[in-house]
């Protein structure tokens, strides 16, 4: 028979934590709403991040993803320099689901329609870029690598990150709805660390920055091969063990 009050301590411990997407969804639904009914108005500057971060108690990598979603939604606008502004109220016919992976097989399902997605996007990045894309791209995969040895999870994130950054410089929002529609599907969990996996991220920065369209969707195309191979390999280890 269980006991009728649990062990000391177990209270919080059993408690599964929220993982940062559903933080993320959260915070947008917040904002979502305070759109809908005028508490920020269409036109209206959305508070800094920092004042975000203090007022839902949400890290900057969750202000910044439920950003992204907004903008994807076509409800945000940022400006490089100048702010985020209100543009669009939401609508009930426009959701922004999530997207689940149950499987090994749905994640080699979405790393296949990387493949078809983000070579494009990689030629329309290194075509269209402009210097402070170029910047954000290489800022993000500068946090990526800084973090790769310490966290998968925040690996992962900064994954996303560095994507997203090459989605935006296509100067195509259907890229960032897509890209954000996936969202944190778009990574494994489980990260490969390696100086192979840093050079194809590299190689794909060098060629957005010299505007080579042909060499970034080669380089895409060579990482996000690659990438699937790695994780087909790495699931197949973890089953021998």
């Known amino acids: 028979m269980n006991s009728p009050h649990p062990p000391s301590g177990t209270d919080t411990a059993d408690k599964p934590r929220k993982r940062p997407r559903n933080l993320a969804q959260g915070l947008v639904q917040e904002l979502q709403q305070q759109i809908a009914t005028g508490t920020l108005r269409l036109g209206e500057k959305l508070p800094t991040e920092s004042a975000i971060m203090a007022q839902q108690s949400v890290s900057r990598t969750v202000v910044r993803e439920a950003l992204q979603r907004l903008q994807a939604a076509g409800l945000v606008e940022t400006r490089h320099g100048v702010g985020t502004f209100v543009i669009a109220k939401p609508s009930d016919s426009s959701p922004l689901p999530d997207v689940v992976v149950d499987s090994v097989q749905d994640a080699v399902a979405i790393l296949e329609l990387r493949l078809s997605l983000e070579i494009e996007t990689a030629g329309l990045a290194a075509e269209r870029r402009t210097e402070a894309q170029l910047h954000a791209i290489r800022e993000a995969l500068k946090t990526l690598q800084d973090c790769e040895a310490r966290d998968d999870q925040a690996a992962a994130n ?62 895409m195309r060579l990482h996000l091969t690659n990438s699937r191979e790695r994780f087909l390999t790495l699931n197949n280890d973890n089953r021998g063990a």
Not at 208 to 217: E, G, L
């Open 158 to 219: 900064a994954d996303l990150q560095f994507h997203l950054r090459i989605a935006e410089a296509t100067g195509n929002h259907y890229f960032i709805d897509i890209m954000n529609h996936l969202k944190d599907s778009l990574v494994p969990r489980k990260r490969i660390q390696s100086e192979r996996v840093n050079h194809e991220h590299e190689e794909v920065v060098a060629a957005i920055a010299r505007q080579d369209s042909y060499a970034a969707r080669a380089a």
